[in-house]
């Protein structure tokens, strides 16, 4: 996919293919993996949506993928942690070696990431198959899984900080060619982005390192579930930034490229992603809000912190809006409103499939506002309004930016034009429409209060419940969208993978958008990463060191129920 | 590092609302008293069958128009699976799971509770009006999850046990 308009912000051709040439082939792998990834979660997701108005897909599937809670432990699993999980180390890589013009530091290390995830992932999917591991994606004891899923993700972690090791090396033989030079944007949010998802990992890596996984082996009798769960929303909660930095990431330094601007403020689009190292980890209580032997006054600070973490994307709203419109208008687009005119809505997938992803990502940020609110959470807390609100932020907001950055970065390093530009328009607008319908049902079934994760067919109290039926009916509709959309984007990218090669046609670079205000030098302050993480840390210690120490002193620990 | 004089504006606009919601949050906190659930004791899950009150588990009368609901879950029940009590009584709940985690929902209310083995769960509400109300479980635990359920009747004071 070439660019559009007249006046690129970039010199066009860019660094040229040579600079890809040694990491091409791990991140597509990454990339790929992913889509598989994707594709199979999603039929589960389209099975469970139309389980919400009670039609019942599953006694058609074989065996043990006929099962409801398999196939949803699977669709959590294989989109909220490996999906994003593989797309985002292929993604950041790439990022780091278009920033730093430089291939990644170490090449046996990336490749030697690819071996751990991918052994990491079969060792969670293997299991969940055949129903040793039901257990959600949030596994919460005293269920207990095979030792193979908690291992598994053990690996996965692992993964990614191979993968952000890989960036940080790069980084500092970056800085060793280049004494004095700031660090470019792109790099620079990358970085940021590891850095902010190794802290949060931390609490994962302890539930699964030192409770959960001995646990599952016999090496320990029973596990204090409270702390583990606890441990689980340390990272749980962050986790949502790590799927959604990698989104900014594209949208502050590479879409305005796309659209033929430039960047509206750097200083500020820096700022934003070390604050998310700071504020990101001291939230994960308000998923608790309604646990017994939890303290108020924890839950309390942790509420105030989520509201503090929504400061940064706040900012991104405007600083984005602003680049979008800066690049629209040197497009021609004139007025208050009608410069969105101007915009490639129906020409140019990757762009319009990022738009369509802000837009919902805006209504999203309302719902979680809600969801976040200590009185107001009793109200939707485990309701399918949850999985409503989540669905527009990582289903749709983070997976559409996925798919539409697919739309070049398949072509780029693949060596192959775009198939099916035309296509892949009518597959950002359905997956856009399929995604708002479907999160309008989900939140219309919470509010009257039908539960989540929750096996309709089966229910029987579903049928007192006249609301959930329409608002099922919603749902179900808008996860059959989803699913023609989902269908439509694996045949544009096999089709496009797969096609001749042609480098002449596909695209030669990166996006990278230069900045309209503000130019270089931005200040010192905003160009290293260390300081924010140790206040990040320093943060996470304060809000989450109590509650920790408190839970894992007093409580009862509990054995192991498997109860599928 | 120098900000456009609109990007300003936002920012200050931005600090203002969710100063503004962290006031109506401590608001509601230390003038309103709004509680979340905190810790109302702990109790042997091995053992809470044989250990009171989770021993007798019943709706208990504690004064006029007060009652006290004691409840066990396990998977995929609640014992007991049905509560009558007359309409206009404050009820305190106080629930413990046997097992793994369950929680504890009464549709159309703000009755939304996690049950934690280990934990009790203690919470109150008022049922003005006469009528029936489900109640199920909603966090997912183990493959009956969507069967896990109870009823609360709420009879017209009248014909309600005194
Ligand atoms: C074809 C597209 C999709 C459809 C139709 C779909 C549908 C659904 C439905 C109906 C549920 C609720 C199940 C229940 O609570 O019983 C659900 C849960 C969920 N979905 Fe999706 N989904 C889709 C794509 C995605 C994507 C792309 C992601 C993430 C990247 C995602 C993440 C999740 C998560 C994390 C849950 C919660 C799982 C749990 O409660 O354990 N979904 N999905
Ligand atoms: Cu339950
Ligand atoms: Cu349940």
């Not at chain 2, 479980?137 to 009248?158: F, K």
């Given at each position: 996919?070439?660019r ?6 970039e010199?066009?051709g860019?660094?040229?293919?040579e ?7 791990h991140?597509?792998a990454?990339?790929?993996i992913?889509f598989?990834?994707l ?8 099975l ?6 009670q039609?019942d897909?599953?006694?058609?599937l074989?065996g ?8 949803l432990t ?11 999980g593989?797309?985002i180390i ?5 990022a780091?070696?278009h920033?730093l013009?430089?291939?990644?530091a170490?090449?046996g290390?990336a ?6 995830a991918?052994?990491g992932?079969l ?7 055949r129903?040793?591991a039901t257990?959600?994606f949030?596994?919460?004891a005293?269920?207990k ?6 291992a598994?993700?053990v690996?996965?972690?692992l993964?990614t900080?191979?993968?952000a090791?890989n960036a ?5 033989t970056?800085?060793q060619?280049?004494?004095g ?18 802290l ?8 699964l390192l030192v409770y ?6 016999g090496?320990?009798?029973?596990v ?6 606890a441990?689980?929303?340390?990272t ?12 900014y ?12 601007g430039r ?6 689009a820096?700022?934003?992603?070390l604050?998310?190292?700071v ?7 308000h ?8 303290e ?11 509201y ?15 680049s979008?419109?800066?690049?629209a ?13 101007a915009?490639?809505?129906?020409s ?8 369509l992803a802000?837009?919902i990502?805006?209504?999203g ?15 939707v807390h ?5 999985v409503?609100?989540?669905?527009t ?9 996925f ?12 060596g192959?034009?775009?198939?099916g530009r035309?296509?892949a328009?009518?597959q950002?607008?359905?997956?856009f429409?399929g ?5 309008r049902?989900?939140?219309?079934m ?13 229910a029987p ?8 039926n329409w608002?099922?009916?919603m ?5 059959v969208?989803?699913?023609f959309a989902?269908?439509?984007?694996f045949m ?9 090669p042609n ?13 309209l205000?503000?130019?270089?030098p931005t ?6 990463i ?5 206040l ?11 509650p920790?120490?408190?839970i894992?002193?007093?409580y009862a620990e509990?054995?192991g129920f498997q109860?599928w | 590092?120098?900000?456009d004089r609109?990007?300003r504006?936002?920012i200050?606009l ?7 919601l ?10 309103l ?11 042997d899950?091995?053992?809470a069958a ?6 007798e588990p ?5 004064g ?6 004691v409840?066990?879950?396990?998977a ?6 049905e ?8 009820v305190t709940?106080?629930?413990t799971?046997?097992d793994?985690?369950h ?8 009755i939304?509770?996690?049950l ?14 006469p ?9 997912y ?8 359920q ?5 009879e017209?004071a ?5």
């Amino acid at each position: 996919m070439r660019r559009l308009q007249p006046e690129p912000a970039e010199p066009a051709g860019g660094p040229g293919a040579e600079l890809y040439a040694q990491d091409r082939g791990h991140i597509q792998a990454f990339i790929y993996i992913s889509f598989i990834l994707l594709a199979v979660g999603g039929v589960y997701g389209t099975l469970q949506a139309l389980d919400k108005a009670q039609v019942d897909l599953y006694p058609y599937l074989p065996g043990f993928l006929s099962l409801y809670y398999t196939g949803l432990t699977f669709h959590g699993v294989a989109l909220a942690l490996l999906f994003t999980g593989t797309f985002i180390i292929g993604f950041l890589s790439l990022a780091i070696v278009h920033g730093l013009k430089r291939p990644l530091a170490d090449r046996g290390l990336a490749w030697a990431t690819l071996t751990v995830a991918v052994a990491g992932v079969l060792a969670m999917v293997v299991p969940i198959f055949r129903n040793q591991a039901t257990v959600l994606f949030t596994f919460y004891a005293p269920l207990k899984a095979h030792p193979g899923f908690y291992a598994g993700l053990v690996l996965v972690a692992l993964a990614t900080w191979m993968a952000a090791l890989n960036a940080w090396q790069t980084w500092r033989t970056w800085k060793q060619d280049h004494p004095g030079e700031r660090t470019p944007l792109m790099a620079l949010a990358a970085l940021a982005t590891w850095a902010m998802w190794f802290l949060a990992s931390l609490g994962l890596a302890t539930a699964l390192l030192v409770y959960l996984l001995p646990w599952s082996l016999g090496e320990r009798e029973t596990v204090n579930h409270l702390l583990t769960r606890a441990l689980f929303w340390f990272t749980g909660h962050p986790l949502v930034y790590f799927w959604l930095l990698p989104a900014y990431l594209s949208w502050y330094t590479m879409l305005p490229a796309q659209i033929g601007g430039r960047l509206f403020s750097e200083s500020l689009a820096r700022l934003v992603f070390l604050l998310f190292v700071v504020l990101a980890v001291p939230t994960g209580l308000h998923h608790m809000y309604t646990d017994p032997g939890v303290e108020h006054s924890s839950k309390v600070v942790h509420g105030v912190m989520t509201y503090a973490v929504i400061f940064p994307s706040l900012v991104t709203a405007f600083t984005v809006v602003a680049s979008v419109e800066e690049g629209a208008r040197r497009r021609g687009g004139r007025g208050y409103v009608g410069w969105l005119l101007a915009l490639p809505w129906l020409s140019d997938p990757s762009v319009a499939g990022q738009l369509l992803a802000m837009l919902i990502f805006a209504t999203g940020g309302i719902t979680g506002l809600i969801n976040s609110s200590l009185n107001m959470n009793l109200v939707v807390h485990n309701t399918m309004w949850v999985v409503g609100h989540l669905h527009t932020q990582v289903a749709a907001a983070v997976t559409l930016t996925f798919m539409a950055v697919s739309y070049w970065l398949v072509p780029l390093l693949r060596g192959r034009p775009l198939w099916g530009r035309r296509w892949a328009v009518v597959q950002v607008w359905s997956w856009f429409f399929g995604s708002a319908i479907m999160a309008r049902g989900m939140h219309w079934m919470g509010l009257a209060s039908a539960p989540r994760r929750t096996y309709m067919s089966f229910a029987p109290y579903y049928g007192a419940f006249a609301e959930w039926n329409w608002a099922g009916i919603m749902t179900a509709s808008g996860g059959v969208i989803l699913f023609f959309a989902g269908a439509l984007f694996f045949m544009i990218m096999a089709r496009t993978a797969l096609g001749k090669p042609n480098p002449a046609e596909a695209p030669q670079s990166v996006p990278e958008a230069g900045p309209l205000h503000d130019p270089p030098p931005t200040p010192r302050w905003l160009d290293r990463i260390t300081p924010w993480f140790v206040l990040g840390a320093a943060l996470a210690a304060i809000a989450w060191g109590w509650p920790l120490v408190r839970i894992a002193t007093r409580y009862a620990e509990m054995p192991g129920f498997q109860l599928w | 590092m120098d900000i456009d004089r609109y990007e300003r504006l936002w920012i200050m606009l931005s600090a203002a609302v969710l100063l503004s919601l962290f006031l109506a949050l401590v608001y509601s906190v230390y003038a309103l008293d709004i509680r979340l659930v905190d810790d109302a004791g702990q109790v042997d899950p091995a053992t809470a069958a044989q250990t009171p009150p989770f021993d007798e588990p019943g709706v208990y009368q504690e004064g006029p128009g007060r009652y006290r609901v004691v409840m066990v879950a396990r998977a995929w029940s609640f014992q007991p699976a049905e509560v009558r009590v007359p309409a206009g009584s404050d009820v305190t709940f106080q629930v413990t799971s046997l097992d793994v985690i369950h929680g504890f929902r009464v549709p159309y209310t703000t009755i939304n509770q996690m049950l934690i083995p280990g934990q009790v769960s203690e919470f109150r509400f008022r049922f003005a009006e006469p009528g029936e109300h489900y109640l199920f479980c909603h966090e997912y635990c183990g493959v009956g999850h969507h069967t896990m359920q109870g009823r609360i009747v709420v009879e017209t004071a009248a014909t309600g046990a005194r």
